[in-house]
């Protein structure tokens, strides 16, 4: 796997990531007040950085073998779940993504809350809210830049690639005050599906024990056969959602 490769696959996952993030601290920032919203972002940013910490040497010391077994697996759970609602959203079966429908529903939200104040935190709905959106999206952007990078033996382009994506999305983000929905979410998310659950396959039958022929070079193979298989399954279940029961007189509902 090279530098690149390795560098785009954790941009673009974490691109996802840093837009809900952003998306939840803009709706509490721009209804409840920036202050307690940065602080509870801030604080989520130092937590993380501390988890980053302790988990790095500690993933990075893992014997290579078990260290890629591990990371195939972890990276199939999240690379399928992905995959599976890319392809459900990409089929009809499942409501597409919506960044302005998720920022309207947290400012909903967010204005029928509680004033409850504490000291130094402020507004503290404002607080627990920012603190919880970007500890958990974070949580994932750490998990893929660990993963990635250690499995590589290059945390540094994988955590440049991480954080740049945070970098980018959030100025971006705060200079327009508004949720990126410009940003093709839904089909990034598929291709990061895709990516993640072929790497997820490729480090997982390596820590195995098993060998692919052309070492990292299978992995041009590999991607896009499930990528191909992924793009049948939406045109399967597209007909699927379109066609009539028995009777011929109702649709399957969406999912």
């Known amino acids: ?27 509490v920032g721009t209804t409840r007040g920036w202050s307690s919203a940065l602080k509870g972002m ?39 779940g992905w995959l599976r609602k890319a392809i459900l959203r990409a089929s009809g079966n499942k409501a597409l993504h919506d960044e302005d429908a998720a920022f309207q529903r947290e400012v909903l939200a967010a204005r029928s809350a509680s004033d409850e104040r504490r000291p130094w935190v402020g507004d503290w709905y404002a607080f627990t809210l920012a603190f919880k959106g ?6 994932e952007v750490v998990f893929i830049a660990l993963t990635f990078g250690s499995n590589q033996h290059n945390l540094p382009l994988a955590a440049v690639g991480a954080g740049l994506a945070v970098v980018v999305v959030a100025a971006v983000g705060m200079a327009v005050r508004a949720p990126l929905s410009r940003v093709p979410e839904n089909t ?9 659950t072929s790497f997820g396959l ?3 039958a ?35 959602n379109a066609a009539p029961t028995v009777s011929g007189d109702h649709v399957p509902a969406k999912v």
Do not use: N
């Open 1 to 27: 796997m090279t530098g690149v490769a390795l560098f785009l696959a954790v941009f673009l996952a974490c691109v996802v990531e840093a837009v809900e993030a952003l998306t939840i601290v803009l709706a």
């Open 42 to 80: 801030s604080v989520a940013l130092l937590a993380l950085a501390v988890i980053i910490a302790a988990l790095g040497p500690a993933v990075a010391s893992l014997p290579l073998g078990v260290l890629r077994l591990v990371v195939g697996g972890l990276l199939l759970v999240f690379g399928l």
């Open 134 to 139: 970007v500890l958990l999206e974070g949580l």
């Open 188 to 196: 990034l998310k598929f291709g990061v599906g895709v990516m993640l």
């Open 202 to 204: 490729f480090w997982g």
């Open 206 to 240: 390596e820590g195995a024990g098993a060998h692919w022929p052309g070492a990292d070079a299978a992995l041009l193979v590999l991607i896009p056969l499930v990528l191909v298989f992924a793009l049948l399954l939406v045109r399967v279940f597209r007909r699927t």
